[in-house]
Structures are given as C-alpha cells and as structure tokens.
C-alpha cells in the first residue's frame, strides 16, 4: 500500500483541478480521484470574464489562448417579444484583457484543466472510486477508494478536498444539501451544427438569453469551435415537464418538449433553422442547491459539491474556479501552520458565500420579469455594479448598494405595470 498523501481531492472538474493544481504548486503531495475516464460530456460551457484571474494562477491562460475555444466579447438579450438588446459588451466596463472570454467544450476544457494538475504535480487518478469517506462525528478521519484495476486502499490524508460536483459525496454523507425553492427549474438541451451566429468578429461567439413567449423561461444560445452551438431551455420543472410520458421514449419526450418551446421562442427558431443536430437531447432537473456548511474539521467543499446556482449568467465556471482557489489558499496556510480545522480550512466561506446570494438575487430578479433597461436609465450610475454581476466580480462588498434602488424600481414596475424587458440598454 502506497503512503497516504497530504491532500485527496475528490472529482477532476475544474473545482477539483484548480484547488489541486494550486495546492501542489506549494509543494504539498496530493492525489485526486475522478470516477471516469477524460475526456467525458459535461454541460456549463460559458465562461465569465473573472476566470481569467484563476486561469492565470493555474498556468492556464497561455494554453486557452492557443486554444481553438470560441472568443466571448459580450451577452445580448431577447425579451419574450422577440426584441432583441444591443450587445453587452464587457471591454465597455473594463479594458482589460480579462473582458475576452471563452465559450469551451467541456470535454476538451475539463481533460486540459486535469492534464494541467498532472504537470503541477498532482498523482491523479481516472476510473477511480471513492467507496468511503470515514468521520468520528464531523471530522474525517480517512477515505476508501478502490483503483482502476479494482485494487482497494484506505487513505488518511490530512484534508480531504470534496469536488465530486452534483453527487456532493460529503454533503450527502453528511445530509448538508438544501435544494432552493425558489428556483426549482429544468433543462432540455442539444447541439446543432450549422446554426446562426451573430455577424462580426465581436458579436459571434455572444452568449445569447432569449425569453420564452409570456415570460416562462428562456433559451441559452452558446457558440461553440467547430461550427457547433449549444441550445437550451430553461423554465420551471412544472411547466416543463407538465404532462407524463405516456409511453413515449425518453428522447421522444425530450424532442417534443424541446421543439414545442422552440416554437415559443422567434428569436431561437429563427437562429437554429436549417441547422442540424448533432447530438441526442438532455436533461436536468432540480439542479439548484446549496450545502449548509462549507468545510468541517479536515474537510472541504468545492464548486457543485457545495452548491449550484441556475445557469442564466453561466456562474457555474466562475463559483467552481473561484471557490477552489479560495479553498486551496485556505488549505495550504493550515498546512503550513498545521491547523486543519473548520474555521481554518473554511475561513474564506462568508465571502464566498456573500458573492453567491449576489448572483441569487441577481438570477430571481430576473425570473421575476425585471426591466434592467428601464432601471439602467433610472440609476444610470448603478449600471458598473450590473456589469460586475454579469462579468462575476461579486466578492466585493461595495455590489450592495445595487439591491434597494433594483426593488424599488421592481415595485415602481408593478404598480405601472410597465412591461419588463431583460437587459434592453444595459
């Protein structure tokens, strides 16, 4: 049996690579285990623009540039009319080169993220399982896992690093996970090949969110390299899935809950005609959630092991890069100064945890029919904290004189019953 590292990572996402990476880079000896084998499918292919930072802490940036990943300059926005929003542009809040953008495919993005940790000197581990995570109360005292060749072994590494995304092995383990009621939303996605695109160098790798007729739900409309976009609809999982199959296959069902939300939505139809898909339809349901504690005494949380938020903004990339470069600077000073304890090891967690309900708020504010045009023209200073929100600058205190004027124009709305139009001239 091989010594036990100092650090275990669970999962190879980006949570799991980056917290590694970082933490083998101060020179500590860390093995990660990821169940399956990379490059695998994974959905939340849109980056926002603060992942350079992490990106370029992680000897990333280089390797993305010389990329053949979609540029992302901006996001534009249809309201359910079909009126469509000039492009939200990020160089505008910000010259920096940060402003540019990716729009990845996964598989490829993920296996360059885990081949990264290998060159920082991470032992990783593909095909592998954790059978077991071992605890005297909240406090881990060893992992089990069984190896590609089947072979078993128990761990006692001084942190444990859970990254294993949506299974959330400790938060399960544990019984952490609180879903979020307020956002109890769905999914159907494909990939269409030979699909519009926005003209112009700037505009054709744009995320576009495209609101459904009457406002219930919207469309993601991702370029993608290789002539591939990714299309999907979210809406709440009611509506979505408002009548059982009856029979019918689970492609079959997914295809006609796809077209028949394509057909409430001008501004996708209209984009994908004539395109071809070239993948099978996919789902998800009920993916908003969040752990109620963040690390325990040798033990971490990361990205979706801790909690994900609805994927209008594309947050996902940015919470999982950002909370494991948090986690690994907390790691690696309780290492250095052997405290390995809860407040050690989460004490970066009220701040991230403070950037996360920024986004919250930000995502039910715009299920809620918002008018962010009406408002920019309202509180034309506001508008440098909508752009931080939508670029994820969100650690920053200073976002939260934003929220009373944002509800006290909601009221204003209401009481006129004006008719909202998501980000017209933001």
Not at 89 to 107: A, D, G, I, K, M
Not at 297 to 305: E, F, H, M, N, S
Not at 337 to 363: C, H, I, T, Y
Request: net charge neutral; glycine share 8%.
């Amino acid at each position: 049996m091989s010594a036990s590292p100092e650090v275990v990572v669970i999962g190879g996402g980006p949570s799991g690579s980056t917290a590694s990476t970082l933490i083998a880079q101060k020179g500590h000896t860390v093995r990660l285990f990821e169940r399956e084998a990379f490059p695998r499918f994974h959905i939340g292919e849109s980056f926002m623009p603060d992942t350079y930072f992490p990106l370029r802490r992680l000897g990333m940036l280089d390797k993305m540039k010389a990329s053949a990943f979609t540029k992302k300059y901006s996001v534009q926005f249809a309201n359910d009319q079909g009126k469509e929003s000039q492009p939200f542009y990020f160089f505008e809040n910000n010259p920096h080169e940060c402003t540019q953008t990716w729009q990845v495919l996964r598989s490829e993005f993920d296996h360059m993220m885990l081949n990264n940790a290998r060159e920082h000197g991470v032992d990783v581990h593909e095909e592998s399982r954790v059978l077991d995570v071992m605890f005297e109360g909240e406090k881990q005292t060893g992992i089990r896992v069984q190896y590609k060749d089947g072979r078993e072994e128990t761990l006692h590494p001084r942190v444990i690093v859970d990254a294993s995304g949506q299974s959330s092995i400790i938060s399960n383990r544990l019984k952490l996970k609180n879903w979020e009621p307020k956002l109890k939303k769905a999914a159907v996605w494909s990939y269409f090949k030979g699909a519009k695109r926005e003209p112009g160098a700037l505009d054709a790798g744009a995320t576009l969110v495209l609101q459904l007729k009457e406002k219930k739900g919207w469309f993601w409309y991702i370029p993608q390299h290789n002539d591939i976009v990714s299309v999907g609809v979210v809406a709440d999982l009611n509506y979505l899935f408002d009548k059982p199959a009856e029979g019918a296959d689970a492609q079959s069902r997914l295809e006609e809950i796809f077209w028949r939300e394509v057909e409430n939505c001008a501004a996708v139809k209209r984009r994908i005609e004539g395109s071809e898909r070239c993948d099978i339809y996919r789902t998800q349901k009920e993916y908003s959630y969040r752990s109620s504690k963040l690390a325990g005494d040798g033990w971490v949380l990361v990205g979706d092991a801790f909690g994900f938020l609805d994927p209008i903004y594309s947050s996902g990339l940015q919470l999982a890069f950002s909370s494991g470069t948090f986690a690994a600077d907390c790691v690696t000073e309780g290492l250095a100064k052997n405290d390995l304890s809860a407040a050690q090891l989460g004490a970066w967690g009220p701040e991230f945890v403070k950037g996360m309900d920024r986004l919250k708020k930000f995502v039910c504010i715009y299920y809620d029919g918002f008018n962010f045009g009406y408002f920019i023209r309202k509180y034309p200073h506001m508008k440098r904290h909508v752009t931080d929100l939508l670029i994820g600058n969100v650690f920053k205190d200073a976002l939260d004189e934003v929220w009373d004027p944002l509800y006290e124009v909601q009221r204003e709305l209401v009481e006129k019953n004006l008719e909202p139009m998501p980000m017209a001239s933001a």
